[in-house]
Structure formats: C-alpha cells, structure tokens
Nanobody, 123 residues
Framework: VQLQASGGGLVQAGGSLRLSCAASGRTLSSYAMGWFRQAPGKEREFVAAISRRGGTTRYVDSVNGRFTISREDTKNMVYLQMNSLKPEDTAVYYC?????????????????WGQGTQVTVSS
C-alpha cells in the first residue's frame, strides 16, 4: 500500500485544516487507519484512529473534541478534520495502516506509512 498525505499548511490559531490520505495499491477497507504527528525533537505521537468499518474512533486527549477522523473507502481515502487549531498542534502529520482493528496508540503496530504533511499553527 502506498499512502500520500496532503492538506497541511500554515494556519493561525483557531483555524481549521483538513488532511487527506490517499491510498493506492490496495483497498483501504482491509485496514484500520491512524494519524500520527511528530514535532521537531519529539517522538512520533498518536493522534487518531478509525476502525476498518469506520464505526469506532479513538483520539489522543489533546485533540478530542477538536479533530475528527473519517474514511471514505469507495475513494480509498482517510481524512483528519482539524478545528480550533493550537500552536502545539504544529507537527508533521502522517497517516498509517494497521492490520489489527485495535486502534493502537503505538506506531509499531502500524505497517504502511505515508510521507507526512507539515501543519504549522501560528499564535
């Protein structure tokens, strides 16, 4: 599976962005999906995940209520709607696939990764 994340950019605090993750090579319906982020000098951090059928989602506490993960398997796409952005959300955001439907927090449980898209939130 090849993943391509897009939609990042520079936005002021309080603004919104919608990240997209496009897949090719295999249908995404076989996978649970996750979004992670990595800020400079920090470890890669779990942001959100969605189950194979889309019925279950999970978020890190810091984004709960502000971010929404969704999927559109007919288009082989996964999205991350980010609202009320804060400067601490600044990072490179990555999408990833997981065979297990456990919505794990751990990057090691995800198999395929996109190249990342930069999100910068100014104060």
């Amino acid at each position: 599976v090849q993943l391509q994340a897009s939609g990042g950019g520079l936005v002021q605090a309080g603004g919104s962005l919608r990240l997209s993750c496009a897949a090719s090579g295999r249908t995404l319906s076989s996978y649970a999906m996750g979004w992670f982020r990595q800020a400079p000098g920090k470890e890669r951090e779990f942001v959100a995940a969605i189950s194979r059928r889309g019925g279950t989602t999970r978020y890190v506490d810091s984004v709960n209520g502000r971010f929404t993960i969704s999927r559109e398997d007919t288009k082989n796409m996964v999205y991350l709607q980010m609202n009320s952005l804060k400067p601490e959300d600044t990072a490179v955001y990555y999408c990833a696939t997981a065979w297990r439907d456990t919505l794990s927090l751990f990057p090691g449980e995800y198999s395929y990764w996109g190249q990342g898209t930069q999100v910068t939130v100014s104060s």
